[in-house]
């Protein structure tokens, strides 16, 4: 039952995930860049003090947290390169396209994290047949990167490292909360994600970051909020979910979602639709099926 519940959790994060990127990309298309990503961080920093004060006043007393080392303090900065990659990609190539170079990378480093246990993670064997489901996956990913055309390969490229990025993210962060739990580790990622940006627009893009500020009033406060409501979620989720799962299973839900996620809203947003797109999500089902039916047969039972 409890694996059910993390796998469901690990799919929904997954669709969130492709929302929420929307979300960050269309405030910096209305302002900036800069703006969009400040205003993300300053509302996950305020959501997730008062989940923290709150828990604490319910408590009774502070958490027994363990000291975590000190590299493990700054996983925000991998926030900085991932939202401004994301702009770009998204508005060269579109969501969808997007999405599936992103979820390449983020296959590809999950296999990476499962065969070495990098990063505090458990290792897991990963048999012919896994392989073989990861793999199928990945020509879904690829069936749908022919979409982009040849044009695009910076783009598609940008995307895949992006998708690293993503994983490797997820897996430090995680770490970090075993450390100083779940919402703590997040809000210190917002932070360190925050100051980090800080510093490289005032030496960058001061004027126009101020410029921005000056006109937030004319965006809608949905907007404004959306990107860090959808963040704490996010990052709180895969915190909690990610150490509960092999890291090839929580790459291909949370791929697939976004995935699906995405090709839902390039269809209602952008009114954008096409085979390839359509064709590599079912391959990518398919090989989420071909993956547990496989688990079942060697482990007799979901892990």
Do not use: C
Request: proline share 3%; net charge positive; charged share 10%.
């Amino acid at each position: 039952m409890h694996n059910a519940i993390n796998y469901f959790l690990a799919t929904l994060i997954g669709s969130l995930i492709s929302i929420m990127v929307i979300f960050n990309t269309r405030l910096g298309e209305v302002s900036t860049m800069s703006l969009s990503f400040i205003a993300n961080h300053v509302v996950s920093i305020v959501v997730l003090t008062l989940i923290l004060i709150i828990l604490r006043l319910k408590r009774g007393r502070p958490s027994e947290r363990r000291k975590a080392p000190w590299y493990l303090w700054f996983g925000g900065v991998f926030g900085y390169f991932i939202l401004h990659a994301n702009f770009i990609t998204i508005t060269k190539v579109g969501a969808s396209l997007t999405t599936a170079t992103l979820v390449f990378g983020q296959s590809l480093t999950s296999l990476i994290f499962d065969l070495t246990g990098l990063m505090g993670r458990k290792v897991y064997k990963v048999s012919r047949f896994k392989a073989l489901s990861l793999s199928l996956s990945l020509v879904g990913i690829v069936v749908m990167g022919f979409e982009g055309g040849t044009f695009a390969l910076p783009y598609l490229l940008l995307g895949v490292l992006t998708g690293v990025l993503v994983m490797v993210q997820m897996v430090y962060n995680a770490h970090f909360a075993s450390y100083k739990g779940v919402f703590f580790s997040a809000r210190q990622n917002v932070i360190s994600g925050l100051l980090f940006s800080l510093v490289i627009y005032a030496s960058t893009q001061a004027e126009q970051t101020i410029e921005a500020f000056k006109g937030i009033g004319q965006i809608p406060i949905p907007l404004i909020l959306g990107g860090g409501l959808l963040s704490v979620m996010v990052v709180s989720g895969t915190n909690f979910v990610l150490p509960k799962l092999p890291a090839i299973y929580s790459a291909l839900l949370l791929s697939a979602a976004q995935i699906i996620t995405s090709v839902i809203i390039d269809h209602h947003l952008y009114d954008l639709f096409s085979y390839p797109l359509l064709i590599g999500t079912l391959i990518i089902l398919v090989s989420m099926v071909f993956n547990v039916l496989v688990d079942v047969k060697e482990r007799g039972k979901l892990v």
